[in-house]
């Protein structure tokens, strides 16, 4: 899952991140409403975590905006507060849901889970193919009923190969929901990640190679 942290409290945002990412989820930052908007135009985000209060351009202007160009990113407000009028003010512009500062961080997460699960067509909470279950809110892999033990970035390979439910999964697709916008395009970091997850997950092989296309499973 590709998510855009925007926050200018940085020691929050860089935390939030870090939080994220230790969840298998691909993540950038933003400390302003101006670099939402740059990153947004062209990275494709499936949950944006946007706080209200933001310099350069307000939180409010940035959720409008994107609302406005039908961007298929879902939106998680935040704010200081947590009065009624503030939500429905914030949802009313377009926001998918909205957190209230200070919050638990394991919420978080669930709320971003949720809303990455509406931004693609509907699928189960725990994915199942080919012998293998994964659980994304657990973070747990079985292969015929035993644990498979993933590092961050194989649990999102293999996330993103499951939800493609058979079709072919391009290296440029893994590197933009799997990794953040800082990845060398041309590293052969999938290559690796690809050839230790085939055999954690041991024989008979279920991931292909489609020479020049990409990976299905």
């Not at 989820?25 to 135009?41: F, H, I, Q």
């Not at 009313?92 to 889970?113: N, S």
């Not at 699928?123 to 012998?131: D, F, I, K, S, T």
């Not at 079985?142 to 391009?170: I, N, P, W």
Request: net charge negative; aromatic share 4%.
């Amino acid at each position: 899952m590709r998510v855009l942290v925007v926050e200018d409290e940085r020691v929050l945002a860089d935390a939030i991140a870090t939080g994220l990412r230790r969840e298998a989820m691909a993540v950038d930052v933003a400390y302003d409403g101006g670099g939402a908007l740059e990153r947004t135009s062209y990275i494709d985000y499936d949950v944006i975590v946007l706080d209200r209060d933001l310099p350069v351009v307000h939180g409010d202007e940035v959720c409008r905006r994107l609302v406005e160009q039908r961007s298929a990113s879902r939106i998680l407000m935040l704010t200081a507060s947590g009065d009624v009028d503030d939500k429905v003010e914030g949802l009313g512009l377009g926001a998918d849901d909205y957190l209230a500062k200070p919050f638990v961080f394991i919420e978080l997460v669930a709320r971003i889970r949720a809303l990455g699960r509406r931004s693609a067509p509907p699928l189960p909470p725990v994915l199942e193919r080919a012998g293998i279950r994964l659980d994304p809110g657990k973070r747990l892999v079985e292969r015929d009923g035993k644990e498979v033990v993933l590092t961050k970035k194989e649990f999102a390979v293999l996330e993103e190969l499951m939800r493609a439910e058979g079709a072919v999964v391009s290296q440029e697709d893994l590197l933009d929901k799997a990794w953040d916008e800082n990845i060398d395009p041309f590293t052969n970091v999938v290559r690796v990640t690809m050839m230790t997850l085939r055999k954690k997950l041991g024989e008979p092989q279920v991931i292909e190679t489609v020479p020049g296309v990409g990976y299905k499973l």
